[in-house]
Structures are given as structure tokens and as C-alpha cells.
């Protein structure tokens, strides 16, 4: 496959082409289409313009009254405490879940948008997240750079848009993590379909080139016959509103030749987190779906996957299998939720005695949603013994035998 190299230049070469195209076919307002998080109402009194300051719902921000220009000055964090049971013993831990200061915002027109992020929640600060996307209209657009791979759309959720502390273990444990690359994306206007396809790098996110023959394809496509789900797995509107009756299905998957590391997945000192990265040259394919519905004060929302592996010259080609699944309920008037969430996983299809097993509950009071919550949680997990040795290259998600772990979260949006 092209390098790395070869697949920015590709990719920086169609994104200028698409540029120069929409520059002379524009839509007829520049204001449409907007991203979820710039729209405004289209009717009734609108508020006054605030060129610099912080508003609601966006933050802080200096912006030009036309809208044409936007910087956005952001910070997510998590800061947590574990108090873990493990085979071990017991251990006490404070530490940030993610500490995340970003840019983000339009030149030119709104729909020609930026996006930079920093994590420094680890020993060494790294770029997270730096790309640039261009979508004159709303079934079509294109961005370009380092971000976040599309499968799945539960891992597409910010900190502060996710109900648990973290995100699923299962999801976590498919997840191809961050990457180099391009993805073409879009959308009917009533938010019925929307899809996104990607070529990626395929390599670890620091590694300066891409490795040779390293590469990385994927594909996503999300039907919600009756609209749009909510915006976050938060239990109510963005306006604090019931959630409208919606159902939402999603096919989703991944092939190619990858190697990663840490830095390519969200971080986490929790032992619910597996071990991901693939640190040997893998061949992969990867294959899932998932549900979404929401009614009044509940959401439910899951994920199947289904992999094939073979690590490049180290062990035979097998399977893996996971199912993950979560309901969300709005307990007392958008101050008090509750959920719990089930992972399930099979790391090696052709051994018996592996399976993974974890279960979550939590309660979280929205004291500000999204800008301030407060999540208590207790998850307990099972890491089967296989019953023969592991083939060389391949490892276990967890520590054998069981374990448990209580998590006090503050997660602050600015």
C-alpha cells in the first residue's frame, strides 16, 4: 500500500478540489449546512449577537456577526478517583481521565471548519486530534488529518457527552483508534442517513511516516427512519426536553494491515480499560452493527462486533467476538440519572475459558449538563484463564480472575 506520505498528499489533493468546487457552487445561505453544534433555531426571536464571551452551549468563542470567522476556545476533563479490588490487593488512585484543552471553529465560511486538541493526561502531552473539513453541503463533505476513526459512533462521543465514565470496554477493545488519513462523510437533510468512509494510515499515531505496507480502510452507515437520535447519551434533549421516540440501526466495519499503540486510544488508568493497541503487525478485518432507541427519559444503545486477525508472522489467523450494551434513564428532572451497561467478550474464538465478562452501574447527577457532572459508579469484571496456553502474539484484554473497581468522576466542559 502507499505510505502514509502518499495517502496526505492524496487526500490534501481532493480536499482542495473539493474546496475550489464549492467555492464557485455554493449553497444558497452560507449558514446552511451547520454543524449539530452550530445550529440555531430557524424561527422565533433570535438572541442577541455576542461577537466574544462565553454562551451558552458553545462556550467561549470570538465570532464575526456574520458568522464567517469562529474560534472556539474549549477545555474537557475528567478528574477521577478508583478505588480498585484486584487479585493483587486493593488500591486507592486519583488521577485525570482526559485533560483536554482544543481550538476549534470556521474561516472563510461556516462550513469550512478546524479542529486542534491536546492531551495532557500523560506523562508526555501529544496532539490528540488536528484536522481540517470542508462540507458545502450536507451530503457531502471531507475531512482531512488526525482524528478519530468512524467505527463506532459510540466512540465518536466527547467526554462530556457520555452518560459512563469511560467508554465501553468492548467498544474500546474493536476501536481502531485515531489515526492519519481522509474521510468522506455526509447526510440527508432530515437527518435520516448519514455515512462516512476513510482511508487511514494504519500506523502508531506518533510514528512521524507511516509503516511500510501499513493501511487502513473503513466504512459507516447509520439508518434512523423516524429522525435524529439525541446529540450525547445524556438522558434528555440538548434543551432539557424529553427525548422524542426515535430508533436508530448502524452497519460498520474495518479492513486492513495495522500497528498502534497507546497513544492511538483514549486514555485511561481504569482496570475496566482493556489492552488494545496492536503493537505486531496485524492483518484485520472487522465487521459490526448497533441499535440505538430513546423514548421519553431512556435511551438503550449497544454494539455486536466480529473480527478476524493474523498477526503478521507470529500466530495463525483467529476470531474474536463482543457484544456491549447500556440503558440510560433520567431519574429526577434532568438532575438525577441512572444506568447500567454489560460487556460480553470472546478474545479468541478457537480456546475455551477466555471470556470476558463486565458489568457497570451507575448514578450521576447532571449539576450543569454538560458543562458539570458528577458520576458514581462501581463496575465489576471477570477475566476467564484459558484453558491452554495463548498463541504467541496474542494477549488477553485483562488480568486473569476477578475484579472490581468504585469511580468518583467529576467531568467539567468549558
Known amino acids: 500500500m502507499a505510505s502514509r506520505s502518499l495517502v496526505l498528499r492524496g487526500g490534501l489533493s481532493t480536499l482542495l478540489a473539493l474546496l475550489s468546487t464549492a467555492t464557485w457552487a455554493q449553497p444558497a445561505s452560507d449558514e446552511a449546512p451547520r454543524a449539530p453544534e452550530d445550529a440555531v433555531p430557524a424561527e422565533g426571536p433570535q438572541p442577541p449577537f455576542i461577537p466574544a464571551g462565553h454562551v451558552p452551549g458553545e462556550g467561549f468563542r470570538l465570532k464575526s456577526e456574520d458568522g464567517a470567522y469562529l474560534l472556539r476556545v474549549a477545555l474537557q476533563a475528567a478528574l477521577k478517583a478508583d478505588l480498585n479490588w484486584t487479585q493483587e490487593g486493593t488500591l486507592l488512585q486519583s ?41 458545502p453541503w450536507e451530503a457531502l463533505g471531507l475531512r482531512y488529518g488526525q482524528q478519530g476513526t468512524p467505527v463506532s459512533r459510540h466512540e465518536d462521543f466527547g467526554p462530556q457527552q457520555l452518560f459512563f465514565p469511560e467508554h465501553a470496554a468492548v467498544a474500546n477493545f474493536f476501536w481502531s483508534g485515531r489515526d492519519q488519513g481522509l474521510t468522506l462523510f455526509g447526510g440527508t437533510p432530515q437527518g435520516r442517513v448519514d455515512y462516512y468512509l476513510g482511508v487511514y494510515g494504519g500506523s502508531p499515531l506518533l510514528e512521524p511516516v507511516n509503516l511500510p505496507d501499513d493501511y487502513l480502510v473503513e466504512a459507516r ?37 495495522v500497528q498502534t499503540d497507546a497513544e492511538n486510544f483514549n486514555p485511561s488508568n481504569s482496570i475496566l480499560n482493556p489492552a488494545v493497541p496492536t503493537t505486531v503487525a496485524t492483518r484485520v478485518g472487522t465487521l459490526s452493527f448497533d441499535l440505538w432507541w430513546q423514548l421519553g427519559r431512556i435511551i438503550v444503545f449497544g454494539e455486536f462486533y466480529w473480527r478476524a486477525l493474523k498477526p503478521v508472522g507470529v500466530a495463525d489467523p483467529f476470531s474474536t467476538y463482543g457484544a456491549w450494551g447500556q440503558v440510560l434513564v433520567n431519574v429526577y428532572r434532568n438532575r438525577l440519572g441512572a444506568g447500567v451497561r454489560m460487556n460480553w467478550l470472546d478474545p479468541h474464538a478457537d480456546i475455551t475459558g477466555d471470556r470476558t465478562l463486565e458489568l457497570e452501574a451507575q448514578v450521576a447527577w447532571f449539576i450543569q449538563a454538560p458543562e458539570l457532572m458528577l458520576k458514581l459508579r462501581y463496575g465489576w469484571l471477570d477475566q476467564g484463564t484459558p484453558d491452554t496456553p495463548l498463541p504467541t502474539g496474542v494477549q488477553l484484554p485483562f488480568s486473569p480472575g476477578t475484579s472490581g473497581v468504585t469511580t468518583l468522576q467529576l467531568n467539567l466542559f468549558l
Open 221 to 257: 452507515a447509520t439508518v434512523s427512519p423516524l429522525g435524529p437520535v439525541n446529540a450525547s447519551e445524556l438522558p434528555f434533549t440538548p434543551e432539557g426536553g424529553p427525548l422524542p421516540p426515535r430508533i436508530s440501526f448502524t452497519v460498520q466495519g474495518y479492513f486492513g494491515r
Open 95 to 135: 488521577s485525570f481521565g482526559v485533560l483536554r484543552p482544543s481550538l476549534r471553529g470556521n474561516v472563510v465560511r461556516p462550513w469550512m471548519r478546524y479542529w486542534l486538541s491536546l492531551e495532557l493526561s500523560r506523562d508526555s502531552p501529544y496532539v490528540l486530534d488536528a484536522f481540517v473539513e470542508v462540507q
